[in-house]
């Protein structure tokens, strides 16, 4: 979060502790082996966000990439991927991902129903959590998504 906060305004990612930190969200990237940070939906949506929110995003594409990939094994048959917020997150990183032609389909179906399942599981009572930090997060992506020029979702 940190690492998209500072570029959102301005900081240089060419001073020497952006890139450490950057090196630091690298590094962790797949010590387990199955291509995200620790199993964690929490961990792998925001670094994933964090690299493709840097201009090396291009060289670090495919961790973002292969990390999506596993956000998607997740994805239950109504297009929730855990919770509502990481579904959200899902959707952003689907957004901003330059996805392989092999996979576009696949991601383009997996981002849209996850769109349907969010504009679903709206509640009258609570939005879709009862956590107002959650409900900001996935109005947050919401609105992000909606004045993107760039995203392929088009439900918000």
Known sequence: MALIS???IGF???DPQFQKTLNWIES????????N????????????LAILETEHSHEL???????AKWLLTLQDHEGKIVSPHYTAYFI????????QREDIEIFNIASNKAAEYL?????DKNLWTGEPWS???????????????AATMRYF
Not at 61 to 67: E, L, N, P, Q, R
Not at 139 to 145: A, E, F, T, Y
């Open 92 to 99: 952003m990183i689907c957004n901003k991902l330059k996805i």
């Open 61 to 67: 594409s495919h961790i973002a990439y292969d990390s």
């Open 37 to 48: 940070w620790h199993d964690e939906p929490w961990e792998t949506s925001w670094a994933a």
């Open 6 to 8: 500072l570029n959102s």
């Open 119 to 123: 504009l679903k599981s709206i509640s």
């Open 135 to 149: 409900n900001g997060q996935i109005l947050w992506v919401c609105l992000i998504q909606r004045n993107s020029p």
């Open 12 to 14: 240089s990612q060419k």
């Open 28 to 35: 962790l990237y797949n010590v387990n082996g199955r291509h």
